[in-house]
């Protein structure tokens, strides 16, 4: 089918107690592993990239890659810009054909952020495309993203005032997450979940998911998550299948042959995190 938007999808989430997987990509063959996983389990799917992703190659690749595999899919797939870091690359892949849009502008100061936010999401409504913004600062780095120390947690009350003077779709909201590979076992606050969503009625996002256990994703969905990101663990599978096989394989030379190792191992990956989520059977 054709690519769809993200918004009917997350509410549907939000009204049934799910959340839906959001996977980052970096290739053809991560987008046919996660277009897989979710024809398998019969899931809508996100698939996003950052814009680090997008200095390798432009948006318009990778949507026509996505858009193909679309296209051959029988489930609802997304084409996501994660971490959107300006408003010239948030309207460059609203024009490529990026079905929904991430503007990141957490780093900035409450009213700049807000003003950035809100003059992306009049931009991309326009033409029927959601928005996803963020308050408050998940840490750590990842790509070319650097989200700081990640100590500013999201306030209730100002989630509140944001979506209600942005008009976004959909609020990625800081809770102790942090992008990139954990030291150790995350710490979140996962009741500040249940008191943002009591204030804002907008789908939340939970950003920095790889490493977090399964069962602290469970809470964050029970308490209101509806899109639940994921990024280096995907590439950790990706990469971790393609060093097996070039080790067992020396002389080999052809990449199709790698490369679908390391394309099954994010299958597999997807697969369980779909299940996680809970959005199996809901496409």
Do not use: W
Request: proline share 4%.
């Amino acid at each position: 089918m054709a690519l769809v938007t993200s918004k009917e999808l997350m509410l549907d989430a939000q009204k049934n107690h799910y959340a839906i997987g959001a996977f980052n990509v970096e290739n053809m063959e991560m987008v046919q592993a996660v277009v897989a996983a979710a024809e398998e389990l019969s899931s809508p799917v996100i698939i996003q990239t950052t814009p680090g992703t997008l200095k390798y190659a432009p948006p318009e690749m990778f949507y026509a890659n996505v858009c193909a595999a679309a296209k051959a899919a029988t489930v609802p797939v997304v084409m996501h810009l994660d971490h959107g870091s300006s408003f010239e690359l948030a309207l460059r892949a609203f024009r490529a054909g990026y079905t929904s849009v991430m503007i990141d502008g957490s780093l900035l100061g409450f009213e700049e952020n807000i003003a950035l936010s809100k003059a992306v999401a009049d931009a991309c409504h326009a033409g029927g495309v959601p928005v996803e913004a963020e308050l408050g600062k998940v840490g750590g780095k990842e790509d070319d993203h650097d989200g700081g120390s990640g100590s500013g947690y999201t306030d209730p009350e100002e989630a509140a005032q944001f979506v209600q003077r942005t008009g976004v779709d959909a609020l990625a909201v800081a809770i102790g997450t942090a992008h990139g590979v954990y030291k150790g076992i995350p710490k979140l606050d996962t009741e500040r979940i249940s008191r943002i969503r009591e204030r804002v009625s907008v789908p939340l996002v939970l950003h920095g998911t790889s490493g977090v256990p399964d069962d602290t994703v469970r809470e964050c969905i029970a308490r209101g998550m509806c899109k639940i990101n994921y990024a280096t663990d995907l590439r950790i599978a990706f990469t971790k299948g393609v060093r097996e096989y070039l080790q067992n394989n020396p002389t080999a030379y052809d990449p199709k042959k790698y490369n679908a190792v390391g394309r099954e191992n994010v299958r597999q990956y997807v697969m369980q995190k779909i299940l996680l989520c809970g959005s199996n059977g809901r496409a």
